[in-house]
């Protein structure tokens, strides 16, 4: 999740609507800009809940198992995120050379959905819940959380040949 600080795109890549287009419409410059946009506003609000203001009430609440109740809305939120990200995502179509590129974006976006997910499971649980209905949410949420570190590094790479293919120059923090 660190990388997260150093991988974010320039401010003017920023999020691109996906409406219009897409598929064998694109240059590559433009998919590839609308294929990092998609990951720069997933890996934000990822990043929100994992090192960002979010991140420390939610960490001390799954510590404590108190409070996680009262992040359920945010959680929400952040899920039905990922699935407006992943609707639009397969509204995209990719070229032949972006294959690969665009399946690791959606497999990036649907572990983060997934992390969410888990998250507003474990948020609805009793006041009363016992350690049997919380491990097998934990064990869930940390097999997604590593996958999900292990898919933005291969996203990261499959986005760099992508660019050095097409001769597209990324600029990254």
Not at 26 to 33: I, Q
Not at 80 to 94: A, G, K, S, V
Request: proline content about 3%; overall charge negative.
């Amino acid at each position: 999740m660190k990388r997260f600080r150093t991988l974010l795109l320039a401010a003017s890549l920023g999020l691109l609507s996906a409406c219009g287009g897409g598929g064998s419409g694109m240059s590559a410059s433009e998919y590839l800009t609308e294929n990092v946009a998609f990951w720069n506003g997933a890996a934000s609000t990822v990043q929100q809940w994992t090192l960002g203001n979010q991140s420390e009430q939610l960490q001390k609440a799954l510590a404590t198992g108190e409070g996680l109740d009262t992040l359920k809305p945010g959680l929400e939120r952040a899920r039905t995120e990922m699935q407006q990200y992943l609707t639009r995502i397969d509204q995209m179509p990719p070229d032949e050379d972006a294959k690969d590129v665009h399946q690791k974006l959606r497999a990036y976006v649907q572990s983060a959905e997934e992390m969410f997910g888990i998250l507003v499971e474990m948020a609805s649980l009793p006041a009363d819940k016992t350690k049997e209905q919380v491990m097998p949410l934990a064990e869930k949420l940390q097999t997604v959380g590593n996958r999900i570190d292990t898919e933005m590094q291969a996203l990261d790479a499959a986005q760099d040949a992508y660019a050095k293919k097409h001769g597209i120059q990324l600029q990254r923090h």
